[in-house]
């Protein structure tokens, strides 16, 4: 494994451990609406008011950071939304209920931003064979700085103040930021890519994509996926409630996840850098929903545990894979433009999940599951039929080059000449 992961780049190895330590103190989305109808004493529906509008900030900012990030280098603009955010996040506490509508979401945003502008950053400092290694290395400290996070934000709550929770995610967002501007060299990465003429606006990046169709399939298909993916923290708890599992049960099942990620997302990268990415990611589709099937046998503890598993595996094939492969498919001009788009259709599910799986789990809650199944399978097919469809193409495209290269001696009748016996 040592050998496959020398093509990561210093300054990856780095930025992951800048994003470790973030990732630790990345506590307000966790605790935010706890604080809101604990110590700020809002009604839940006002909470769920101010934490539904933060959603669409984090949504906002993925979707435009690789935006701003193609127009003015991926550093310069991850360095001020992290300092933007570190700042406004530890003024949190300081301010009353009406500026709370206006400043979490803005701080979501610099969030957003970060994450989009971090993952462009990546994919254009390292080369395109060893994204794929690079993105697991990120998203592996990541996970486990997020691990480690919340039990940590909770003792800081219960034996402190939830104050002090905003302060470190603050601090620790604007260690980020000079972190990466002292191990990330400024010159290329700090430099807004080059725009050809007539291609650098919004048009030209669509036009991008049309000619990819099989990055459009992706984006939709893990839009689909992430507001199934996300039940897990949404209707799955409240389904484990129904059946008689308390919260703690619900705990150490998401904790499980954590754990599988931890263990085997490096390991599987490796293992699988030199496999076709579209079919990786298509099995890892498919996955999240047998992971959702499999709670169509009940809501007992092996179950969920089943469930927790395959959805893990699946998190575990598609979500570093895909990012690659945008980065790979993105013209030079447009790579954070690329990788704005997968970022922000990745965390759909945060918003959008919610209100349209509690909505149906309402309503008719023996459907929830097998629609999240259909759902998953569709996407997952229709990435799959894209491989192989890219596979064939491919293969016709070399056929054809092999004929035009043979045509000419052929056209003009030339053969080779005897050789004087």
């Known amino acids: ?3 496959g992961f020398k093509d990561v780049p210093r300054a990856v190895w780095l930025l992951s451990a800048g994003v470790f330590v973030n990732a630790v103190v990345s506590l307000t989305f966790v605790f935010v609406f706890l604080y809101l109808t604990g110590p700020r004493g809002l009604g839940a529906g ?8 933060g959603g669409l900030g984090t949504v906002a900012g993925n979707f435009t950071g690789g935006w701003f990030g193609d127009r003015y280098g991926h550093r310069r603009v991850l360095l001020a939304a992290a300092a933007v955010a570190g700042l406004l996040l530890m003024s949190l506490p300081l301010l009353g209920t009406t500026l709370l509508f206006v400043v979490l979401p803005a701080a979501e945003y610099a969030t957003g931003v970060i994450r989009a502008a971090n993952s462009a950053l990546v994919a254009v400092i390292v080369p395109a064979g060893a ?6 290395v990120i998203r592996c400290v990541s996970n486990g700085g997020f691990a480690l996070g919340p039990p940590l934000g909770a003792l800081v709550a219960t034996g402190f103040s939830y104050d002090w929770l905003f302060v470190a995610d603050g601090l620790g967002t604007l260690f980020l930021a000079l972190w990466t501007a002292r191990v990330v060299p400024a010159r290329g990465a700090a430099r807004p890519a080059a725009v050809p003429a007539g291609g650098g606006s919004r048009g030209g990046v669509w036009r991008e ?21 996300r039940q897990q923290y949404f209707t799955f708890p409240v389904f484990l409630a129904d059946h008689g599992l308390d919260i703690g049960a619900f705990g150490l099942i998401i904790a499980l996840n954590g754990a599988i990620i931890l263990l085997l997302e490096l390991p599987a990268a490796m293992a699988l850098r030199n496999r076709p990415p579209l079919r990786i990611v298509g099995t890892g589709l498919l996955l999240v929903g047998a992971g959702y099937a499999a709670l169509l046998g009940g809501a007992g503890v092996a179950t969920a545990v089943v469930m927790m598993l395959l959805l893990s595996l699946g998190e575990i094939l598609y979500k570093t894979t895909a990012t690659a492969y945008v980065a790979d498919q993105a013209p030079e001009h447009a790579i954070g433009r690329f990788q704005s788009l997968y970022a922000g259709v990745s965390v759909s599910g945060v918003v ?11 309503a008719a809650p023996g459907l929830l599951w097998p629609l999240c199944v259909l759902a ?3 996407a997952g097919t229709a990435v799959l039929y894209m491989s192989v469809r890219d596979r064939r193409g491919a293969r016709c495209a070399a056929g054809e080059a092999a004929r035009h290269a043979a045509g000419p001696a052929h056209e003009t009748g030339s053969q080779p000449r005897a050789v004087a016996g």
């Open 376 to 378: 998953a399978g569709l």
């Open 46 to 53: 006002t909470a769920g008011l101010i934490t539904g509008i």
């Open 352 to 362: 959008l999940g919610a209100p349209l799986g509690g909505a149906l789990y309402a």
């Open 131 to 136: 994204r794929r290694q690079s993105f697991a």
């Open 1 to 3: 494994m040592r050998q």
């Open 209 to 229: 994509l049309r000619a990819r169709p099989a990055v459009l399939v992706l984006l939709a298909a893990v839009l689909v996926v992430d507001l199934v993916y």
